[in-house]
């Protein structure tokens, strides 16, 4: 059984039709997943559409949070409710069509021999859309940066479609995560390595957000240039 994690703000134009995107994929492929939403007390109402949505399906459910804390906080609470529900396999995705339902399966296939697997857009077969030489060069500049500090052999460390074994998930101090943005993603996949599990990377492309708005601030841009050398020199 797997869960997909969800971390929502201000997502009303995308999040029905992204979960309805995801229940096409589940049953196309007859996979049996759960879908935990987790809304940062969205002003534009998506934490009601995401309780609507909840109460037509019982393998949606929703967390509710008092307000915006980044999506590294958001996701830590989505991890701790599908460790309870009992899930094997839990996926970060956005909920705004970057991250296409189309590779779920992929991911599944991929974490029978691996403990994490990362939707990677800078392996060969991998790629971002409509992106200009300036965005891309940030993008993977920062993961070439990480990943020269950290010593790890990981292509793109600040994606966010990633699929944990439940083991991870248990074996991490999710507690101890204090990351927002790109930190977070570099954060998780660094103590993953660091225990000793097995990491893959498979080819995603990457498309950009249609509808409604990206939050991402260059504050949680610049959070992770100094949280890389943290990590380098901390013991978990
Ligand atoms: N719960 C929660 N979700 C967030 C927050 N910030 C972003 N998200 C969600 O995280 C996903 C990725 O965010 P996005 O703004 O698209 O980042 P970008 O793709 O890097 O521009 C989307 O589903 C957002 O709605 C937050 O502070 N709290
Ligand atoms: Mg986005």
Redesign the pocket.
Same mark, same amino acid.
């Given at each position: 059984m797997f869960t997909i994690i969800?971390?929502?703000?201000n997502?009303r134009e995308n999040l029905a039709r992204f979960v309805a995107a995801l229940k096409d994929v589940f049953k196309s492929k007859g996979l049996v997943g759960r879908i935990i939403v987790? /809304? /940062?007390n969205s002003p534009d109402g998506t934490g009601r559409i995401a309780d609507g949505l909840a109460g037509q399906d019982g393998s949606l459910s929703v967390i509710h949070?008092p307000r915006?804390? %980044?999506?590294g906080p958001?996701y830590v609470d989505g991890f701790r409710a599908a460790l309870q529900s009992g899930a094997s396999y839990i996926f970060e995705m /956005?909920? /705004?069509f970057?991250h296409n339902p189309a590779y779920v399966p992929d991911f599944l296939e991929a974490i029978k021999d691996a403990d994490l697997v990362l939707g990677s857009r800078y392996v060969s077969g991998g790629r971002v859309e409509n992106w200009g030489l300036g965005r891309r060069m940030i993008s993977q500049g920062g993961s070439l940066y990480a990943r020269m500090i950290l010593g790890i052999p990981v292509n793109d460390l600040t994606g %966010?479609f990633k699929c944990f074994r439940r083991e991870v998930l248990e074996a991490l101090d999710l507690n101890s995560v204090s990351s927002q943005g790109y930190g977070f993603q570099i954060e998780m996949t660094y103590r993953a390595i660091r225990q000793g599990f097995r990491i893959k990377e498979i080819p995603i492309t990457f498309a950009d957000?249609q509808l409604g708005q990206?939050?991402?601030s260059k504050r949680i841009f610049l959070e992770a240039a100094p949280l890389v050398w943290k990590l380098r020199f901390s013991r978990s």
């Open positions: 969800l971390p929502t703000y997502e987790v /809304d /940062d949070r915006k804390q %980044g999506i958001a /956005d909920c /705004d970057s %966010g957000r990206s939050k991402m």
